[in-house]
């Protein structure tokens, strides 16, 4: 992989290519482990899991020729640490296809860490009603769970040190290049 630029003297460890080649990946998984496509919805968490569930449906549709239904999930007021934080969560608006009874629910998002953002999206989730099953996507897994959580599909495993941390850059989102970046604290 060329580094692209500087981030922020990080070292680069996915580009635009090797991305798009790990969420077709996850796009082949979850049409083997779901036969019935039309019942899946994925759910990205704003804001670069909601990019990340468009292009994942996107590839199944390529692949598949079937339409996947994608949402957004707003994690922002079911977190657990909303009352100790300094400032105020960002809300953005969650916008799921309802009813989600006999459905799959597919949670997408960049990074999974200690699990906490996971957490707050299954409760987020069952605001909407009680789907069949909660299954998860992530680009890149870096360990450090603090709940047992643990994902279905995954571009990448990243073991990182506790003061490392993992960036996604994505094109519709930040206006930058594609690139997954590891800084070092």
């Known amino acids: ?10 070292v680069p460890i996915m580009d635009a290519e090797a991305i798009g080649r790990a969420l ?5 998984e979850i049409i083997e482990r ?15 899991g909601v990019e990340i569930a468009r292009r994942i449906a996107g590839f199944v549709r390529q ?13 922002a007021m079911h977190r657990d640490d909303v009352g100790t934080r300094r400032e ?7 916008n799921l296809p309802v ?3 006999d459905r799959t629910v597919i949670i997408v998002d960049d990074v999974l860490y200690t699990g906490r953002t996971v957490r707050a999206a299954m409760d987020a989730i069952n605001s909407f009603g009680r789907p069949a099953r909660i299954q998860l996507a992530v680009l890149v897994d870096r360990g450090h769970r603090e709940l047992p959580i643990r994902p279905d599909y995954v ?8 003061r490392e941390q993992i960036h996604v850059r994505l094109q519709e989102t930040d206006n930058e290049p594609d690139a ?6």
């Open 88 to 94: 105020l969560p960002v809300v953005h608006a969650s």
């Open 155 to 162: 571009g990448k495993n990243l073991p990182t040190a506790m």
């Open 180 to 185: 997954v970046w590891l800084k070092r604290e």
């Open 1 to 10: 992989m060329k580094p692209q630029e500087n981030f922020s003297a990080g």
């Open 63 to 75: 692949t598949d020729k079937a339409n996947v239904d994608t949402g957004v999930i707003d994690v």
């Open 99 to 101: 009813p989600l009874e």
């Open 34 to 48: 779901n036969s019935h496509l039309e019942g899946v919805v994925l759910a990205g968490i704003p804001s670069r």
């Open 24 to 28: 077709r990946r996850i796009a082949h």
